[in-house]
């Protein structure tokens, strides 16, 4: 479930029964100093697991974890805050009698440590006499590492002038266009500092960032208002990604394009046939595919919160996900994906695999506790916690749609549609807590007429279902065309967690999707779905 | 663990004895949160975390600078104050600077409750034990989520302002299915007070809806007349505050209440005129903070009175702008009807033809000036015929404007508010149930 991406740095309430929408440790505290805090990683690691060990844990493991966010907001000609912060604590995680037990605190101490671990087997204990069927771990081999994120300028190195003056100038470029009201961006950068022992022997160290800049230009018209936001999105990736691209150009087109929506004529609803560019398609991938592919959910885990999932274990193998051009890889390698690791949670290296080969539902994502249920006897490394106070539980790799192997463009998949919507960015996202049903919107919308890009439209969503949606895709742009959007704000589980994640896709073409107009506010045009 | 009224004033006040800067304001918190979540009639994961955080936000010269930190010791307050002066020394001007403010007085609330607080993990065993014992003798696959949480902190200016409170919650949310995957039901509550909280009566009304669920119809989407459980009032409306009546976003002309020529809808009527919509800090079933947008002391603010739009929310610098006071308030959502009230019962019992809905899930705004949004049903739909309800359905795609929704004449009966929070987040609320006479259910869903 995707959150708003400006709620990447905003605090929000947790609430009972439902998900909080940022990491937990946001919660705590929202950005600072360098200043890293010494303390001996080994030491304390030996202490939780030789406690949890003469407390009778089976399993055991701690991280110890320190994350850094920092994050500027501006609008128009100013900027309205820079806050940075750090976040330092740890997480023990005990398995006694098959029974999970979690503890953290933010002391990071030897005493602490050994108070927190105790706090963590008492939970277990408490609870394994409720337990009606015993966790089973598979295993996985003992490693040492150290694992850094691929960037080459560290964000937190960079002197706070030189990225307020970059949003002022993106702004500006923004504003330059004639009927352009407002401009609001942003610049947020998360690195996470992961230690992680357990009590098989693997020993890891991690160093992540992620890079987040995002602006939204708003036209206000007589009695209307309109809004385009960036296209791209955040990555795995460096301070160099505001180089690698000209972000001052692509604000001055989402300016333009916001005021030509105000007069952009408003959508006749029925069936088209959709080109999808990547801006756009990796949400519908994430929503659609990304979570019907998660094992807890088909095991009934998330029943409470997120949902399950139309796929089941006895459709592995078998079911007709989509046509045979659909392949859809499930990677913790990927460059730039933003749910790229050396090693999950519980020390399970990063790797790939296919989840839909050839059109056909092939394979989960899975974790040390769920892979046995479908007799699997290895993880694929999907365990994450969002926080060291947080309970790592399964969560989605980057799931990425393999594109063409020959050069086809995305001019080559409009050239295939007499009527049609090429849409761009995301919009409004919405699906039903099993992945049947969803309605996607998105940001700027284009009529194809007879093969080629007409104008733009306004008020577009696209109602369908996952199975008769990638039933229908019959066109792929090929390697030259492949982009990697993603998005921090990944939202599961009780309490609420928040995943970075990213899925790679080239623009791919639909057809015979049913289009409705989304201003009337009736969803007018919808009502011609039928599955039963 | 928590922190102490004490321990915050000195913390708060020691931050702002490092700083140098002209203005400035420090926070201090503190937190313990608990869970024990379960499903497939099992446990799955229970833990407990401590939390605690300090933050200042600084002004030099009116540049503005912020930092936080979660390690209270001293030297890791100077690291954030240094921080924080630094990145204002760097910083463009903040044209929005309001002074922080001068000491204020504030009127306790009562959300914090000491046995909330102090929650047994062998009580919570037991609970969760005789729902996992209640699934099994119903013969449903049963999946929940017990969370409990206190939390303590304050804030302090520069030029005099303490601000100290704290505040406990605790809900549990229970989801059944039938073995068969054809049918679910769920149920939801929470409060500040762990008595008040009726842990069986959550789980049998979960399981309840989930058995009388079975064999669910599907019929076409359309428009009809709904009765909405207070949980799917609480799921489409429950996130009005702050954002939803927001005075600048009105005013710049990109809000559901902007008027043309800069201006907004203040004292139009836009609602039924049995609706009110406001906001109470000392409501007994539901308090709210003493204080609001950083440190005012929060009143009784009526958004909505007989479906006039009677005040915008205005922060303290849009307020300045515009010559008005800033607005104390919102805190928490009650909406309620100025008439006569209805019980669920008398509304199924009044409806013809209907359909009674639980729950909505996955709500998403499609078009910010209708406020429009749409969403599914989710765990309990029902076919009102004749008075009674008939028989179960399948689910909805739904598209629908809230402001429609609540547009005169469409709001046919409400009943008594009671406290519910949304199932996809964002806390409790006081919230009726509510027949409408006119809901555009767009599409159908297969999905249990």
Known sequence: MIFSRRDFIRTAGIAFGAAATLPSWVLDAQAMTAAYLEVNKNALADAALSTAKRLGASYADIRINRYRLEAINSRERQIQNVSSGQNFGFGVRVLINGTWGFAGSPIVTLDEVKRVTTEAAAIAKANASITKKKIELVPTPKVTANWKSSFERDPFDIPTEEKTAWLLKLNEAALSVKGINFVNSQLAFVNEQKFLATSDGSRIDQYIIRTNPSFTATAVGKGDFQSVNSLREPQQIGYEYLSKHDWAAEAKLAAEHAVMKLSAPSVTPGKYDLVLHPSHLFLTIHESVGHPTELDRALLWEANYAGTSFLTPDKTGKLQFGSKMVNFVADRTQPQGMATVGYDDEAVPGQSWHLVKDGVFVDWQTTRDTAKLVGKNKSYGCLHADSWGSVPFPRMPNVSLTPSKDAVTQDDLVAGVDKGILIYGRGSYSIDQQRYNFQFGGQTFWEIKNGKVAGMLRDVAYQSRTTDFWGSLDGLGGQATYEVPGSPNDGKGEPGQSNAVSHGCPPARFRQINVLNTASGTGAGQMMEDHE | ?448
């Open chain 2, 1 to 448: 663990m928590l922190l102490t009224e004490a321990e915050v004033k000195a913390l708060t006040l020691k931050i702002l004895g490092m700083v140098k800067a002209d203005d400035a304001s420090a926070s201090v918190g503190s937190n313990k949160q608990s869970h024990l979540r379960f499903a497939a009639n099992n446990v799955l994961t229970s833990g407990t975390r401590g939390g605690r955080n300090a933050n200042v936000t600084v002004w030099i010269g009116g540049k503005r600078g912020s930092a936080s930190t979660n390690d209270l010791d001293d030297a890791n307050l100077r690291a954030m104050v240094d921080q924080a002066e630094k990145i204002a020394s760097t910083s463009p001007p903040d044209r929005e600077y309001v002074p922080t403010l001068s000491k204020q007085t504030y009127r306790p609330t009562s959300g914090y409750v000491e046995a909330t607080a102090n929650l047994s993990l062998a009580d919570r065993a037991r609970q969760i034990g005789a729902i996992l014992a209640e699934f099994e003798k119903a013969g449903v696959i049963g999946a929940g989520f017990h969370s409990a949480n206190s939390q303590t902190g304050g804030s302090a200016t520069k030029n005099g302002n303490f601000d100290y409170e704290r505040s406990t919650g605790v809900g549990l949310s229970v989801t059944a299915r039938t073995p068969d995957g054809t049918s679910s039901g769920y149920f939801l509550r929470s409060h500040h007070d762990i008595a008040k909280l009726d842990t069986m009566r959550i789980a049998r009304e979960a399981i309840r809806k989930a058995v009388e669920g079975k064999n669910a119809r599907a019929i076409e989407p359309g428009v009809y007349t709904v009765v909405l459980e207070p949980q799917a009032v609480a799921d489409l409306l429950g996130g009005f505050g702050f954002g939803f009546f927001n005075a600048r976003t009105a005013d710049e002309g990109r809000g559901i209440f902007s008027a043309p020529g800069g201006k907004n809808k203040l004292g139009e009527k836009i609602f039924d005129e049995r609706i009110s919509i406001y906001s109470d800090p000392w409501n007994a079933e539901l308090p709210g903070s003493q204080s609001s947008q950083g440190g005012i002391p929060a009143q009784m603010v009526k958004m909505v009175e007989n479906g006039v739009l009677k005040n915008l929310v205005y922060n303290r610098y849009w307020a300045q702008q515009k010559k008005v006071d800033p607005t104390p308030g919102p805190v928490n959502t009650i909406i309620e009807s100025n008439g006569p009230t209805q019980t669920l019962e008398q509304m199924i019992a009044s409806t013809d033809r209907g359909i009674l809905v639980g729950r909505f899930w996955y709500i998403r705004q499609t078009d910010p000036r209708t406020a429009s949004s749409t969403g599914l049903t989710r765990d309990g739909v029902w076919m009102i015929e004749n008075g009674k309800i008939a028989y179960p359905l399948k689910n909805f795609r739904f598209n629908q404007s809230t402001v429609k929704m609540l547009a005169p004449g469409n709001v046919l009966a409400m009943s008594k508010p009671e406290r519910v929070g949304s199932s996809e987040g964002g806390g409790g609320s006081l919230l009726p149930a509510m027949k409408l006479k006119e809901f555009n259910f767009t599409s159908q869903s297969e999905a249990v």
